[in-house]
């Protein structure tokens, strides 16, 4: 083998190596999801919507088995920046030890979840960084399963 043929091999080898892309994990189900949560506060937005919600006013309850949200939105005025009441399907994902949820295939946000809170930032997303989305914080009502 001559020296350009080894050094153009090194090179495509190379290329290779540095145009992948960091691929999503989809991680099993997180069991301190499970339970139903309250929505407490919704912030952000281009107008910056700061709102406190009542109890049962607006609830997600997860369900890691089925891998389904159930959502109950009590506050007609919400459907807007927040799913109307039904049934949805859920993944989360896990990239660089980050966690970000999705809802029927799409990407909702990045997810922490700490004791009894639980928090949606819709601005920090896997593939860079959003503007204008909203936060969700909401508290454990219960657990299931």
Do not use: H, R
């Amino acid at each position: 083998m001559n020296f350009k043929n080894l050094i153009s091999i090194l090179f495509f080898g190379l290329l290779l190596l540095t145009g992948c892309t960091e691929e999503a994990d989809i991680v099993p189900q997180d069991q301190s999801l499970n339970g139903t949560w309250n929505l407490k506060n919704l912030s952000g937005g281009f107008a910056g919507i700061n709102e406190n919600y009542s109890n049962g006013t607006i609830t997600w309850t997860f369900n890691s088995q089925n891998q389904n949200i159930v959502v109950v939105n009590n506050n007609e005025a919400s459907t807007q920046f927040i799913y109307d009441s039904g049934t949805y399907n859920y993944s989360i994902i896990e990239i660089n030890n980050q966690k970000y949820l999705q809802i029927d295939n799409g990407e909702y946000g990045g997810l922490n979840i700490s004791n009894n809170n639980l928090v949606i930032d819709q601005d920090i997303i896997s593939n860079g960084v959003g503007a204008d989305g909203f936060i969700l914080n909401f508290e454990k009502i219960n657990s299931s399963q």
